[in-house]
């Protein structure tokens, strides 16, 4: 059984860093494109970051571009998301999301969602 | 960038009444070589992630039920549920995976009226 178990809630204050994570389990963690999706409070899904684990290759949506990194540790079959600099705009909550795979193994539809994990960002 | 636009924002249907969601792309998600669109569709409740309704624009995802049916092609798609039951109410987005960002639209909120 697919599973992706996402790290907990955390409350930061503006300018400080974040790494969260996500453990992805029940599938082989290096043939799958796995990602980001943002949900700012009340607001709807925004399509944020994805990676495939098996050679780093990633992609930014331009709007996180240089706010965020993604990355994936295959010895551990976890993804992450980090910041450099908080922002309060960036209290939401964040999906980690996997990928189905298509041909030439680019990215399809989401088929398995993670918990979610809210990000507070308050002085 | 391909942007996708939902319509409605909301609307409101009696149980057991049609109710049908339509997402526009800026540009068509139609891949000539195997012709297929690239567009899925989602349902999310409060609190919780987002499920996988629909993909491929109309492949209902499995054991989802079969009110549920997506359609359309190019840059045209509509989610319809046939005969709206009470737990069918959340939050619906589509989203386009045939390019980078892959872009959900705003979303659809669907209630009981």
């Known amino acids: 059984e697919v599973q992706l178990a996402q790290s907990g809630a955390e409350v930061r204050k503006p300018g400080e860093s974040l790494k969260i994570s996500c453990k992805a389990s029940?599938?082989?963690?290096?043939?799958?494109?796995i990602g980001w999706v943002r949900q700012m409070p009340g607001k709807g899904l925004e399509w944020m970051t994805i990676?495939?684990?098996?050679?780093?290759?990633?992609r930014y949506s331009p709007s996180f571009q240089g706010q965020v990194t993604i990355s994936a540790d295959k010895s551990i079959n976890t993804a992450y998301l980090q910041w450099g600099s908080l922002k309060a705009s960036d209290t939401a909550t964040y999906y980690c999301?996997?990928?189905?795979?298509?041909?030439?193994?680019?990215?399809?539809?989401?088929?398995?969602w993670g918990q979610g994990t809210l990000v507070t960002v308050s002085s | 960038d391909i942007v996708v636009t939902q319509s409605p924002d909301s609307l409101a249907v009696s149980l057991g009444e049609r109710a049908t969601i339509n997402c526009k792309s800026s540009q068509s998600v139609l891949y000539s070589s195997n012709n297929k669109n690239y567009l899925a569709w989602y349902q999310q409740k409060p609190g919780q992630p987002p499920k996988l309704l629909i993909y491929w624009a109309s492949t209902r995802e499995s054991g989802v039920p079969d009110r549920f049916s997506g359609s359309g092609s190019g840059t045209d798609f509509s989610l319809t549920i046939s005969s709206l039951q009470a737990e069918d109410v959340a939050v619906y987005y589509c989203h386009q995976y045939y390019s980078t960002p892959r872009r959900f639209g705003q979303g659809t909120k669907v209630e009981i009226k």
């Open positions: 029940g599938y082989i963690f290096t043939t799958y494109w």
């Open positions: 999301a996997r990928y189905s795979l298509l041909e030439g193994h680019s990215a399809g539809w989401i088929d398995y």
């Open positions: 990676i495939y684990p098996g050679n780093s290759d990633s």
